[in-house]
């Protein structure tokens, strides 16, 4: 029998299907901001997406706050042109006492006011990123930091692959994913759609969308979207300022005024200012991966 032929387990869990998770803390919830989770395959484009909406939220007169859930930490240098520390990393300098830390130990400021948060992670194979999270967002409760915030835009690591890396889902209104014209990422997003359609039946999250990344066409995303009744709401075209924009450590919207530049900077004020304004969630039905395959296969 093919591994493809064989029926995964149906398991029911507290916080959605197949998911030992710890249900979230009332206490833990993220209240008075829009909050936004980013997804998609590794590599295909999440920081810079995020990064970008970030600053179109800050243009629109938004109070933006950028989480980067990533051991990478590096969801948030365009933003601020550097680098910054981990939370788990100055959790650890202080022995995990947090009521040592300041505001300033683990919040920066980058481009046009958007605060900047790399939760990190733990080393490979050595923990669970949800903790992570949710020490994140504890520790900017208890120092007042989202109560006078707008929008959460939370970046989170690669694919979904365990709930850990899917608690972001637990605090967001809508979950965003990236994705390119081509089979693995659109592999990638089927998976993620699964996932937060678990989430939804605990939790508000639901799925705005999907943005075709550094993707000339958008054909294959499109006959995809059609098939499991979802919606690609924005498409950054394969353009090299944006390549060029992240080597100068820079969002869009710092970057000189070309051609291409303000053609993608719009597209981000458009795609801010749908989120803004509510998108309908969506709640489309994941694809068995041997459909997949027979959809976006080879001939």
């Known amino acids: 029998m093919s591994p493809l032929d064989?029926?995964?387990?149906?398991?029911?869990?507290?916080?959605?299907?197949?998911?030992?998770?710890?249900?979230?803390d009332e206490s833990a919830k993220i209240e008075g901001a829009k909050v936004f989770s980013v997804y998609g395959k590794g590599g295909i484009g999440k920081s810079t997406t995020s990064s970008n909406l970030s600053a179109a939220f800050s243009m629109?007169?938004?109070?933006?706050?950028?989480?980067?859930?990533?051991?990478?930490?590096?969801?948030?240098f365009t933003l601020t042109g550097m680098l910054q520390p981990t939370v788990i990393d100055i959790l650890k300098e202080v022995d995990f006492h947090p009521e040592e830390l300041r505001p300033e130990d683990?919040?920066?400021?980058?481009?046009?006011?958007?605060?900047?948060v790399e939760a990190g992670g733990p080393p490979a194979g050595t923990g669970c990123g949800g903790y992570v999270v949710g020490q994140t967002v504890k520790l900017l409760k208890q120092h007042h930091l989202l109560e006078e915030t707008d929008v959460v835009i939370f970046d989170v690591l690669g694919d979904v692959v365990c709930?850990?890396?899917?608690?972001?889902?637990?605090?967001a209104d809508r979950a965003l994913i990236v994705t390119a014209n081509d089979f693995d990422s659109i592999y990638a997003m089927n998976r993620i759609i699964a996932a937060v359609q678990a989430k939804s039946k605990n939790y508000k999250v639901r799925l705005a969308g999907c943005v075709a990344n550094r993707s000339k066409e958008t054909n294959e995303v499109d006959r995809y979207c059609d098939t499991v009744g979802f919606n690609r709401i924005a498409h950054m075209p394969d353009v090299d300022a944006i390549r060029r924009s992240r080597l100068k450590k820079k969002t869009l919207f710092e970057m000189d005024d070309e051609e291409d530049i303000v053609r993608c900077r719009a597209e981000y004020m458009r795609l801010a200012q749908l989120l803004y304004d509510g998108t309908e969630g969506m709640a489309p039905a994941p694809m068995e991966d041997r459909d997949i395959f027979e959809l976006l296969g080879f001939d």
């Open 60 to 76: 629109l007169g938004k109070r933006v706050l950028q989480i980067g859930c990533d051991p990478k930490h590096d969801s948030t």
């Open 6 to 24: 064989r029926t995964p387990p149906v398991l029911r869990g507290q916080d959605g299907e197949g998911s030992v998770q710890v249900h979230l």
């Open 163 to 171: 709930g850990g890396f899917a608690a972001p889902l637990q605090h």
């Open 106 to 116: 683990f919040v920066s400021e980058g481009f046009n006011g958007v605060k900047c």
